[in-house]
């Protein structure tokens, strides 16, 4: 069955620092959105894309906030300048069209020191 | 904005039925979602509403009533694997030509023997 995979699990970096957090989403959709969980709380959108652009972003996602699509598997989340407030398990989900359901992949931890 | 409401904890015997309840606020409505999360894993997909009624899945069935805002997921033949926070999820459009999923803060179920 096809899955979303993340890369990688678990990530811990300085404050300060840059961080790239990796996915692929599963191979024929053409939706794919970001989410972070932070410890013990809810789930929280933070940007949808689609055709290339950014089709909706939350407050959370803020300037140094990115996303790309680099290549044709890829999709990768860019944290610019992380703070201890980063640190979160960040989820990666697709889907095949924009109104049907998200798969999640397994999720990056981020731990910021 | 968006609200959603549901229990924050739930108990029930194996082999019984549990409901879990979820009720939301939100314009631009377009779909309610339920996920299951195990601790430290991803959400996966239960089931999803858009019309008022049950949809059947097993051992799963989700309602929806749009006029009272309200939903609930029913687990049937509860087994202990079933314990996990399960997610109330409401897809609304954003008038920006896409659909945002938000969240509830999950209701974490224990199946006990």
């Known amino acids: 069955e096809p899955e979303v995979t993340q890369t990688p699990s678990h990530q811990v970096t300085q404050m300060g620092q840059e961080v790239i957090l990796r996915c692929v989403p599963i191979?024929?959709?053409?939706?794919f959105y970001w989410y972070r969980q932070i410890l013990g709380q809810k789930v929280e959108f933070l940007v949808s894309?689609?055709?290339?652009?950014?089709?909706?972003k939350s407050e959370i996602f803020d300037d140094q906030f990115s996303v790309e699509r680099p290549d044709g598997s890829n999709f990768t989340l860019k944290i610019r300048s992380t703070k201890l407030e980063d640190s979160a398990m960040y989820f990666c989900?697709?889907?095949?069209?924009?109104?049907?359901?998200?798969?999640f992949g397994p999720g990056t931890r981020l731990t910021v020191t | 904005g968006q609200n959603i409401d549901q229990p924050t904890e739930m108990t029930a015997t194996e082999g019984a039925i549990v409901q879990i309840n979820c009720t939301y606020q939100?314009?631009?409505?377009?779909?309610l979602f339920w996920y299951q999360q195990h601790a430290g894993e991803a959400p996966t997909f239960l089931s999803y509403?858009?019309?008022?009624g049950l949809e059947e899945k097993g051992r799963f069935s989700s309602f929806l009533s749009r006029s009272k805002g309200y939903s609930y997921l029913l687990l049937k033949e509860l087994q202990m694997k079933d314990s996990a926070s399960y997610l109330c999820?409401?897809?609304?459009?954003?008038?920006?030509?896409?659909?945002?999923?938000?969240f509830g803060k999950g209701t974490k179920l224990s199946v006990i023997p």
């Open positions: 989900a697709s889907s095949g069209d924009r109104g049907d359901e998200q798969y």
């Open positions: 191979s024929n959709h053409l939706y």
């Open positions: 894309f689609y055709n290339n652009e950014i089709s909706e």
């Open positions: 939100t314009s631009g409505f377009n779909g």
């Open positions: 509403n858009v019309l008022d």
């Open positions: 999820a409401v897809r609304a459009y954003s008038g920006a030509g896409s659909y945002q999923l938000t």
